[in-house]
């Protein structure tokens, strides 16, 4: 069943408010933090918990914090990465609105550890009132002495900005997101040198998720102990699950990690509408491959689902149920994807510009023998040819719907019109 | 549409001059304007000093701006991978019954401008449809013309 740590007081509508957040025991793991522990420490803490990336990468946080040059003098920056874009997910929308103080506050103690005294929260242009509430939770913090020159009379100083973004689902890629913030075009740059090692000006620069940061909190207060002892022997903690498609209660759960699909999505999420049968499932948001119904125990962590042939990702689970046309949403897919390209690579801009041509016309019924072919070919040679994940991101559910549902995309091809009746999808 | 350079120069000035300000600048013109002013391009390079390309490859890079004029009114109906498969097309459909355009157009009074947007991130409460800001989750489709009306 659900386990609400970082949701805990997500229904309570005054959480926003400076007041309510320190009633609820706000803004103490800052405290303890500042006053009690050395940054070296918070950062071995983190590493304890084993707390990963939880915008999809899954890269242990207190690891990443690590690789920053010790002996480089150029000041550090830290950036909360709220620009959640990935088709399916809705978890760090949540967060920003009701329980943006804890994002505050995880930032806070996170740029503590790293040695920031500048914090950058980016968040996606269509977010226009999670960044209204945390612009209000900033400026609260600033009020109460949390944020600006000589923190709680410990010397610290950190100050924090809200950016906010102009629609770009790249943005949410760390690298083309510094190059959003120096005002650039948000296009992915060349790794090594890693972020850590120059990122934001060319200074050292750590990006993290709303998630993960929001996790930290919580982290300092119990312990990495407590948080370690939730979850897989890999996959730590809590995960935000954001829940949607053909079933009865789509919204956002928070599980252990480890909890079986099948509860989040027959227990929570109350089972497929009346009357429908589950066709697929997408785990990790639009870019996973997709789950076939008989996976539907598959345990939700790292591990389980790469075992599985998928991924956690972001945690978005999209739920398929067997009026949807596999080829029509893989057209919406690429095509979603071919927008957001950025241009950098020519696999992606021009692979991905190809593959929606040619999906495109399957699903007009134009498709031509050798079409599943030539789309795989495709796929093959953008998957890893990039700077950036997007070229895989935009290959894997389109490989995998056709891995899963080849004869969909055959029948197609052969008789020019849908396999599936379905009211969604015409033709 | 003629906008007067003054006022667009207005927004410019009340902006910090700051390269890394651009998209903030453009974000605070579309706000005024519902779009970026041709002027505008020309007036923000010369602000900040940078050139008209690269403050228009900036402009047309985020898919928030926009070149062209658009309504008063703007509806944008998500398309993201929930709300597709729970029936978008059909809101979409429907618009164009009740007020007569296409996503990407907008209607001669200026009154209303359809925008197809990419997931916005209400995945649990799609099929989404967002009038001026305001979001309407579980859109029945036959309701949309009226939802955008009432605003």
């Known amino acids: 069943m659900e386990k609400k740590i970082l949701t805990k007081y997500i229904d309570d509508p005054n959480q926003v408010n400076i007041d309510t957040y320190l009633s609820h025991g706000g803004y103490k793991a800052f405290e303890k933090a500042l006053k009690e522990m050395k940054p070296s420490e918070v950062i071995e803490e983190v590493k304890k918990s084993g707390v990963r990336g939880r915008g ?12 920053i040059p010790k002996d480089n003098p150029k000041p550090r920056y830290l950036v909360c990465n709220g620009d959640e874009s990935e088709p399916g997910t809705c978890k760090d929308r949540v967060l920003m609105e009701s329980d943006p103080h804890g994002v505050v506050e995880g930032m806070a103690i996170s740029s503590f550890a790293i040695g920031s005294h500048l914090a950058f929260i980016y968040i996606r242009g269509e977010f226009a009132y999670p960044a209204r509430m945390m612009e209000k939770a900033v400026e609260e913090a600033y009020e109460k002495g949390y944020l600006g020159k000589n923190i709680l009379g410990t010397g610290y100083d950190l100050d924090m900005i809200v950016h906010t973004g102009g629609g770009a689902y790249i943005c949410g890629e760390e690298s083309s997101q510094l190059n959003s913030i120096e005002g650039e075009r948000g296009m992915s740059r060349m790794r090594p040198p890693f972020p850590a090692v120059a990122g934001l000006y060319a200074c050292p620069t750590i990006v993290n998720n709303v998630e993960t940061l929001a996790a930290v909190p919580f982290i300092i207060n119990n312990g990495g102990d407590w948080y370690a002892s ?125 593959l929606e041509q040619l999906i495109s ?27 950036c994940p997007l070229g895989d991101a935009a290959v894997m559910p389109i490989e995998s719907s056709i891995k899963l549902f080849r004869d969909e995309w055959e029948y197609h091809i052969q008789n020019k019109k849908c396999m599936v009746k379905s009211e969604f999808a015409f033709k | 549409m003629i906008i007067d350079s003054n006022k667009i120069q207005k927004v410019i000035d009340d ?51 926009s070149l062209v004029p658009r309504g008063e009114n703007i509806i944008k109906v998500c398309k993201g991978t929930a709300c597709h498969i729970k029936g978008a097309d059909l809101i979409i459909d429907q618009l164009y019954a009740g007020i007569g355009i296409k996503p990407g157009q907008t209607t001669k009074d200026m009154k209303y401008t359809i925008e197809v947007v990419n997931c916005v991130g209400a995945c649990a409460m799609a099929p989404v449809m967002i009038v001026n800001d305001k979001y309407f989750g579980e859109v029945k489709c036959n309701r949309a013309t009226k939802l955008v009306k009432k605003g």
């Not at chain 1, 999809?56 to 690789?67: N, S």
């Not at chain 1, 016309?361 to 700077?387: A, H």
């Not at chain 2, 779009?35 to 403050?55: D, F, R, W």
């Open chain 1, 56 to 67: 999809g990468a899954g890269f242990p946080a207190g690891v990443k914090w690590g690789f």
């Open chain 1, 230 to 354: 939730m979850g897989t022997e890999k996959s730590k903690g809590t995960k935000l699950f954001s829940l949607s498609g053909h079933v009865k209660n789509p919204g956002h759960y928070e599980l252990e990690m480890g909890t079986p699909l099948s509860v989040l999505i027959n227990d929570l999420g109350g089972g497929m509408l009346d009357g429908h049968k589950l066709k697929a499932i997408i785990p990790g948001g639009s870019s996973t491959p997709m789950l076939l119904p008989d996976q539907i125990d598959v345990k939700l962590d790292y591990e389980s689902l790469a075992e599985a042939g998928s991924m956690l990702g972001s945690g978005a689970v999209i739920v398929i149920d067997e009026r949807t046309c596999m080829v029509w949403v893989a057209e919406r897919l690429i095509h979603f994807y071919r927008h957001e390209s950025c241009g950098k690579c020519t696999p992606c801009r021009d692979g991905t510009g190809w």
């Open chain 2, 15 to 65: 902006s910090p001059q700051d390269k890394k300000q651009l998209i903030m600048i453009l974000q605070n013109i579309q706000l005024e304007f519902h779009y970026l002013p041709k002027e505008s391009i020309g007036l923000v390079s010369e602000y900040l000093g940078m050139p008209q390309s690269t403050v228009y490859s900036a402009a047309t890079f985020y898919k928030s701006f």
């Open chain 1, 361 to 387: 016309r399957i699903e007009r019924g134009e498709g031509q023998p050798g079409d599943i072919e030539k789309i795989e070919s495709l796929c093959g040679n953008i998957m890893g040819r990039t700077v």
